[in-house]
């Protein structure tokens, strides 16, 4: 009888960890049944989020990350999270290569990773990779996303530490990416600091740091009136104390990159001695829970629709033409559940 | 007796649209009783999606094309959806100035719009404030998206014709926008159009439209693996014999504005024409429908989980300490809905 396929990748598998990564980013059935396997072996990895709007430098800077981690002898694990185009299929390929250095280490396992279509999909499916490479023992995953919209910060919930890269040059752009994926930030790098601007970027993230104290008595106010579905927010709960260093890097020479893993570990420590660490992955299991439930609950409901009315695409047009009440159907597929 | 919500909605009354609108922003579950009554009178508007990165000039772009279209007598809503910021509270004030110069006409209602928290509730929450809008009997509403992720890309499909704003000077950038955003474009706007490089960027749009021609047969096997819960892809269907035009403008100086919008025009007859308007309305209720009845099946599976369980974070200490299982859980909460 052959071994199964969480079998091999908690034995440390990477090809069988690769198909079974390519089967949660497919979102193929089968997935779930390694995933059941492989979930009371988890929760040991340290996940780092590397973050950052595109042309930032991150897969340089995770090239380096992973280098310094490889000379304290930690073996990384790395996914590269990528929005798929439906038309390209994906992955960026010339950011990736930026990583090719550490294609023939053995210590080192990339996966570049990416998924559409799956409504909603694209934080769960990172989950479950984390889940997958903590499995097999990585001591440290790094999570590298590209963009600034909410699904990068859907990813960075997942992190223990989150790496928010900045570049300057980007003018009154900040002030976009300032209203989120800055506010998920447990360390922000300050990239290509040899540039002009270098130095404004960090007094303006200095002030929005100096902001964030003022207007969160007002927020708890604001959130009080918001729904009942949302997951635990795990840095706003968790980062109570802790002031996010702001670090200048020049990630294609080396410098600063000794420091910026030095403050990872900073916060990693404080995670850890103020008890936020048990926290934060509340948070993120219930996010992921959430997602687990919402994706197989609509799984359910689509397929009892398609049997009892017919398939989504006929159901839309009789709703898109007003001969169907897509409020009436939502009722009558949700009463199933509340009996 | 006091005149209902939605039926001051349907006399036009743009503070009773306004508050139905910060119910539906904040989740509240009254919203639903309104839009069910609005429902039937929707489907006269047509939307037009305005997208691309921070920076691109999309705000006051925006407010050129209302002017014009103010100008041939259209009754204009505008739905300008920022991602929140937890911190915050959301909406890019600066952005929105640049549309004060239509907060006297009546003719235009301008909504600034903000959510977070809600479990991929973006998309959802500005399908339901188009509805309002459309059964208020705007004639146009533009819905204008700051970024460039999936939240983006799913506003964007909300659209009968998406105008996606680039500019020069995004370097290597424009390879991270293509894989995503881009692909959801009708109509390209190369904004600021007077800056050096606007020409490389007409050219590299160009040659991307003409990869797409040959990867499209490639996408269609990929796509073949892809699992069931996903909606139809409005753009992807309808969009076969279109070939977006790229247009140069400076929204400043408001130059190309109104060759711009007669390539919005030319696009609506062209679905118009050719029958897709149909399709990609039935894409559109296909795609709010599932984000109905994904958010209403969450909510009430969270209030059973609750009731038998005990709290979300409760429940997702257990699974963070391992003495619960995420899988079984979830299992169980969805075979009620099978039965």
């Known amino acids: ?178 209203a989120g994926i800055l506010e998920v930030a447990d360390v922000f790098a300050v990239n290509k600091a040899d540039l002009d601007g270098a130095d404004r970027v960090v007094r303006e993230l200095r002030s929005m740091l100096e902001l964030r104290h003022v207007v969160r008595e007002t927020k708890v106010l604001h959130h009080g009136r918001r729904i009942a579905v949302k997951a635990p927010d795990a840095k706003e709960a968790a980062n109570g104390d802790w002031e996010p260093p702001i670090l200048k890097v020049i990630a294609t020479r080396e410098q600063g990159i000794a420091e910026l893993w030095s403050a990872i570990s900073s916060h990693r420590a404080f995670l850890e001695s103020s008890g936020q660490r048990k926290l934060r992955d509340r948070s993120r299991e219930a996010a992921q829970f959430v997602n687990l439930l919402r994706d197989r609950l609509l799984k359910d409901a689509l397929a009892k629709l398609e049997r009892e009315r017919g398939r989504l695409d006929e159901v839309a047009t009789e709703i898109a033409e007003r001969r169907a009440d897509p409020y009436a159907l939502a009722d009558q597929l949700a009463n199933r559940l509340r009996s």
């Open 1 to 178: 009888m052959s071994e199964a396929l969480h079998e091999r990748v908690l034995r440390g598998d990477v090809r069988a960890a690769s198909r079974l990564m390519r089967q949660i980013e497919d979102g193929e059935p089968e997935a779930a049944e390694s995933l059941r396997e492989l979930f009371p072996r988890t929760g040991r990895s340290y996940v780092v989020g590397v973050t950052g709007p595109p042309g930032a430098g991150k897969s340089t800077l995770t090239d380096r990350l992973i280098a310094g981690l490889r000379r304290e002898g930690k073996r990384v694990g790395v996914l590269a999270v990528d929005p798929t185009s439906p038309f390209t299929g994906g992955a960026i390929l010339g950011d990736r290569v930026r990583m090719q250095s550490h294609a023939t280490d053995a210590g080192v396992f990339i996966r570049s990773f990416a998924t559409r279509g799956n409504l909603g999909g694209l934080s769960r499916a990172t989950g479950d990779c984390i889940r997958v490479m903590d499995a097999m023992g990585w001591e440290v995953v790094i999570v590298e996303t590209v963009g600034v919209g909410q699904d990068e910060i859907d990813v960075a919930q997942l992190a223990h530490t989150t790496v928010v890269v900045v570049v300057p040059g980007m003018g009154d752009d900040i002030q976009a990416i300032k």
